[in-house]
């Protein structure tokens, strides 16, 4: 019998999962999620070749499927698909904020539990959710090592002045500060390019990560230089929902108009981004098939800023090297990667329009310099690895969280 890691991230209404052989680098036995949590939950799990292992609806005796009865749907059907060739040794959790403590990947103790719990009121719409994938494996399986891999943790050791905001200095200490996100997705570009273009990764290079959560990165020898989230994960580019770059003045003009922190949270988290301009949907697919005026509008909007930060990351790196594009707007959208591009003719970018079609690998032309590429993130693998590394045979952590 083989060991295995198995990946969980969780969200608000689902639960996704992978499946790793501990033998294999580690490699991917199986990916899939509970989606529709506290609704009409169903499960779905492909083999990694892409087939389908399980299409169904979850039920528990209780009639209620929170993460709990989710992680406990997903263990009994590991052991059932995989009785007597794999055996789960530890749980890797994605976790959307490590703080000032956590800089890599970590054992979680029930006194590492409470100080990530301090950590939510910088991201209140990630982080209960990561915590509450945590508490679901303790509850029925205590006995396996958990490990948290945390989002920040890429944009540590940056440049300081990276980090700051123009606020009193004993706020910076307190951690008001520019964190930065998507970190284990850009571990993930940095990680291949080093297998597939070393010498780019050793250069200039600006990761557009753009999905419904959108962000860049700026990397220097593989290295984070510089980010366009920071405190929270609605700084920087315009994303689905969430408004992206904001004057701060506008939050003060809406308390002054009556309207509260919860009501600000939902409009900033929730109402804004594509979905706010447009009123049509979150989804580019959506914006860019609509014949509305304000979808051109917000797909207009979201090119332009995404133009506007590479400029400023450009500035910081002093040049350009490189450009991937990844995620699920970067990855698949040929018509975004196509008009932000077309918008760096400054910075000599070009692409090949067959390449660009395929989506895969590097678009520009042979010799080009900046190069572009498409690269898809694989954040699952980096957990799995970073879980491998911290412990797979480490005492139990038993206990209830704080």
């Not at 990351?313 to 995620?327: P, S």
Request: aromatic share 6%; with cysteine.
């Amino acid at each position: 019998m083989s060991d295995a890691i198995v990946v969980l991230n969780a969200g608000s209404s689902s639960l996704k999962f992978c499946v790793f052989d501990v033998g294999h680098d580690p490699g991917l036995v199986a990916r899939g999620q509970i989606e529709g949590l506290g609704t009409s939950p169903k499960f779905k799990a492909r083999n990694k070749q892409g087939e389908a292992l399980a299409d169904s609806a979850v039920t528990s005796p209780t009639g209620k499927v929170g993460h709990t009865e989710a992680f406990a749907h997903l263990a009994n059907w590991v052991r059932a698909q995989y009785a007597g060739e794999y055996r789960a040794v530890a749980i890797g959790h994605r976790m959307a904020h490590g703080g000032l403590k956590y800089s890599q990947a970590t054992l979680i103790t029930p006194e590492v539990m409470g100080e990530l719990e301090q950590l939510i009121p910088l991201v209140p719409l990630h982080q209960p959710h990561n915590i509450a994938g945590v508490k679901a494996v303790l509850q029925l399986r205590p006995d396996l090592p958990q490990v948290a891999c945390f989002d920040t943790a890429f944009h540590r050791n940056r440049p300081t002045v990276s980090e700051r905001f123009a606020l009193p200095n004993e706020l910076f200490e307190q951690g008001v500060r520019r964190w930065g996100f998507h970190g284990l997705s850009y571990q993930s570009i940095s990680s291949q390019l080093q297998t597939i273009a070393p010498e780019l990764r050793e250069g200039r290079v600006i990761v557009a990560h753009l999905g419904s959560g959108a962000s860049m990165c700026a990397m220097l020898g593989g290295r984070s230089v510089d980010t366009t989230m920071s405190f929270s994960a609605l700084d920087g580019l315009p994303m689905g929902t969430r408004c992206g770059a904001l004057d701060p003045g506008v939050i003060l003009y809406l308390l002054g108009r009556g309207m509260t922190a919860a009501q600000i949270e939902t409009l900033l988290y929730k109402k804004s981004g594509l979905l706010g301009i447009s009123g049509v949907s979150n989804d580019v697919r959506d914006l860019l098939a609509s014949k509305e005026p304000l979808a051109a509008v917000a797909i207009e909007y979201f090119v332009y800023r995404i133009i506007r930060e590479i400029g400023a990351l450009t500035a910081v790196l002093g040049g350009l090297d490189g450009l991937v594009f990844t995620a699920g707007v970067g990855e698949n959208s040929q018509v975004i990667r196509q008009r932000v591009c077309a918008g760096l003719g400054w910075l000599s970018i070009n692409i090949d329009e067959s390449a660009n079609q395929k989506g895969r690998g590097c678009i520009s032309p042979p010799g080009a310099s900046p190069q572009v590429w498409v690269i898809p993130t694989d954040e699952e693998s980096v957990i799995a690895a970073q879980t491998l590394e911290v412990t797979l045979y480490a005492a139990p952590t038993t206990g209830s969280p704080k």
